[in-house]
Antibody, heavy 116, light 113 residues
Framework: EVRLVASGGGLVQPGGSLRLSCADS????????MSWVRQAPGKGLEWVAN????????NYVDSVKGRFTISRDNAKNSLYLQMNSLRADDTAVYYC?????????WGQGTLVTVSS | DIVMTQSPDSLAVSLGERATINCKSS????????????LAWYQQRPGQPPKLLIS???TRESGVPDRFSGSGSGTDFTLTISSLQAEDVAVYYC?????????FGPGTKVDIE
């Protein structure tokens, strides 16, 4: 059974940085593409970024290109999202999810609030 | 980007009655070489992460009750809940995984009437 736990969210000022983590248990993490998907308060879902099993391929939604970096450490069964130059419209719950083009297992999410 | 739209925005249905949600994509998500529609449906209960219900437009995931069904092809799709139960109160999202980036519909909120 896939169990994903996201952490690292919090309150940050505009222009600041934050690093999210997602730890897995219960499945072979290194077998999967992984994604971050976010949801602004009261809004819908937006895919943010994904990463191939070995980290050799990464993709991003246009709105975060150049600001966010996705990475993974298969030895630690962990996924990361480094978020720089944060803006108010990055405020959202960030979910990690297994990615086989559709998202079949999701973590609980971590809230990122960008505000002064 | 492929734009996904859903209708209605919300609906209220009596327990045991049928609920129907529509989803439309701005371009076809049918891959003709394998005749598969790259369309999924998710359920998001309040305070919970989304849960995958249906893939390939009509394939129920393991453990999903058979009152949930998906249909459609090309650009027009439907999620049907044949007999609404209290635990089905949620927001439902369609998602295309045909093109990059993957995109979601805005969601349809389902409540009990």
């Amino acid at each position: 059974e896939v169990r994903l736990v996201a952490s690292g969210g919090g309150l940050v000022q505009p222009g600041g940085s934050l690093r999210l983590s997602c730890a897995d248990s219960g499945f072979t993490f290194s077998n999967y593409w992984m994604s971050w998907v976010r949801q602004a308060p009261g809004k819908g879902l937006e895919w943010v970024a994904n990463i191939k099993q070995d980290g050799s391929e990464k993709n991003y939604v246009d709105s975060v290109k150049g600001r966010f970096t996705i990475s993974r450490d298969n030895a630690k069964n962990s996924l990361y999202l480094q978020m720089n130059s944060l803006r108010a419209d990055d405020t959202a719950v960030y979910y990690c999810a297994t990615d086989r083009r559709l998202f079949d297992s999701w973590g609980q999410g971590t809230l990122v609030t960008v505000s002064s | 980007d492929i734009v996904m739209t859903q209708s209605p925005d919300s609906l209220a249905v009596s327990l045991g009655e049928r609920a129907t949600i529509n989803c439309k994509s701005s371009q076809s998500v049918l891959y003709t070489s394998n005749n598969k529609n790259y369309l999924a449906w998710y359920q998001q209960r309040p305070g919970q992460p989304p849960k995958l219900l249906i893939s390939w437009a009509s394939t129920r995931e393991s453990g999903v009750p058979d009152r949930f069904s998906g249909s459609g092809s090309g650009t027009d799709f439907t999620l049907t809940i044949s007999s609404l139960q209290a635990e089905d109160v949620a927001v439902y999202y369609c998602h295309q995984y045909y093109g990059a980036p993957p995109t979601f519909g805005p969601g349809t909120k389902v409540d009990i009437e």
